[in-house]
C-alpha cells in the first residue's frame, strides 16, 4: 500500500508523519527525530527520568503507582527496579492511549502479576489503591503535563497548529467539549479562569470576546484570541499574540478537564494511601499546579504527615532542556511520609 502523498519534502501533518508513527518499523527515522531535539508524532518523552528514580529510590518488592501513565517511560523505569516481588498500579484517564501504553509494557515483559493498568484520572487514587493494596503503596508517581500524544494529534483538539474539532478532553467520553464549554461560560467567569489558570494579563478583553460564543475548531478560537488581543494591544507583536492563544488554550483545557479540582483530591489522597516512610514524586509545568503542590507538602510536614518534603523544586538540567524543550518548565517536588 503506498503512502498518502504530502507537500514538499518532508511530511508536516502530524497524520503524514508515517515513520514515525510506526517507531518499530522505522527505528533509525525515528532515533534522528529524537537526537535533534524533537518528540516523534504519537510517542512522549519521559521527563526528568534519573531525578525521579533519584528522590522515589525504588526497591525490589515496592508496591509502586504511576498516576498519569502516559506513553509508560516513567512506568517502565520503576518496573524495572522493582522487582523481583514488586507491583506498579497505573492509572490513565485516557481511553485511546491507556490500552497502547498498557501494550507497550507487556511486549516488554511485564505480566499481570507486576502490571496493572486502570482507566481512571488520579482524583480515583485512593480507590484504587484500596482495592488492590489493603495496607497501601510505597512510591506514588504523577507526571502532571499533558503527553506529547495528546498535544501533537490535532484530532484531540488541544493544537492549534491544524483545524481540528475544538475538543480538549483527555477523555473524550466524558464531560464537554471545549467548544460546549467556551458557549455555556459567561464573561466573567471565563475571565477568572484564564487569570488563574493561565496568568491572562488580558484576561476581561478576551472572555469579552469569546464567552457565550460558538468556535467549532481550534483555529476558530485561536483567531478569536488573536483578534481580541489585538483590539486591547494594537501594537502587539505577533510572537505576543501567539503566546496569548497558547495561555488561553492551556487555561481553557484545564478548565474542561477540572485538573485543578483531580490535583486537590489527589494531594486529600496521599497521605491516605503512602505506607510509612513512602515515598511522593509530582511532576509539574503550571504555576497553578506547582502553588498547590508546595503548600499541601508543606501543610503535611507542618502537621507530622510527612517527614521531610523538597525545599524547593528540582529542575531538568540543561542538557535534558536542549535534548528535550519541552522538559524546560518541569518542575520536580517530592516528600516521604512520616
Not at 508523519?17 to 533509525?28: H, W
Not at 490500552?99 to 516488554?108: F, T
Not at 469569546?210 to 483590539?231: I, S
Amino acid at each position: 500500500m503506498r503512502r498518502p502523498r504530502y507537500a514538499g519534502r518532508n511530511p508536516r501533518a502530524f497524520h503524514e508523519k508515517y515513520k514515525e508513527l510506526q517507531p518499530d518499523r522505522y527505528t533509525a527515522d525515528v532515533a534522528r527525530v529524537l537526537a535533534a531535539g524533537k518528540t516523534p508524532a504519537g510517542m512522549h518523552r519521559p521527563i526528568m527520568v534519573d531525578e525521579i528514580l533519584t528522590v522515589l529510590a525504588p526497591r525490589p518488592g515496592d508496591v509502586a503507582v504511576d498516576c498519569t501513565l502516559g506513553f509508560g517511560g516513567h512506568a517502565r523505569a520503576i518496573l524495572e527496579r522493582i522487582g523481583p516481588g514488586g507491583r506498579l498500579l497505573a492509572l490513565d484517564q485516557d481511553p485511546l492511549e491507556l490500552p497502547r501504553a498498557a501494550a507497550r509494557l507487556r511486549d516488554a515483559g511485564f505480566g499481570a502479576d507486576v502490571f496493572e493498568a486502570h482507566r481512571t484520572n488520579f482524583a480515583g487514587l485512593a480507590r484504587v489503591v484500596a482495592g488492590a493494596s489493603a495496607d497501601g503503596v510505597d512510591l506514588v508517581l504523577a507526571d502532571l503535563g499533558v503527553s506529547s500524544m495528546q498535544l501533537d494529534n490535532p484530532a484531540r483538539g488541544f493544537t492549534f497548529k491544524e483545524a481540528a474539532p475544538l475538543d480538549m478532553r483527555m477523555n473524550p467520553s466524558r464531560g464537554v467539549s471545549a467548544s460546549d464549554w467556551l458557549r455555556r461560560t459567561a464573561a466573567p467567569a471565563l475571565a477568572a479562569v484564564l487569570t488563574a489558570h493561565a496568568d491572562e494579563p488580558h484576561a476581561e478583553g478576551i472572555a469579552a470576546r469569546l464567552a457565550g460564543q460558538v468556535f467549532t475548531t481550534t483555529h476558530d478560537l485561536a483567531e478569536a484570541v488573536r483578534a481580541a488581543v489585538g483590539a486591547a494591544r494594537p501594537r502587539m507583536t505577533a510572537e505576543d499574540r501567539e503566546r496569548a492563544v497558547r495561555r488561553v488554550f492551556q487555561a481553557v483545557r484545564i478548565a474542561v478537564n477540572d485538573e485543578f479540582g483531580a490535583l486537590d483530591a489527589l494531594l486529600r489522597a496521599l497521605p491516605l494511601v503512602l505506607r510509612p516512610g513512602g515515598r511522593v514524586a509530582i511532576l509539574t509545568f503550571h504555576s497553578g499546579e506547582d502553588r498547590r503542590v508546595k503548600k499541601a507538602l508543606q501543610a503535611g510536614a507542618r502537621d507530622g504527615v510527612y517527614a521531610d518534603v523538597s525545599t524547593a523544586p528540582m529542575r531538568a538540567s540543561a542538557a535534558e532542556i536542549r535534548a528535550n524543550p519541552r522538559a524546560s518548565s518541569a518542575k520536580l517536588r517530592w516528600a516521604r511520609r512520616a
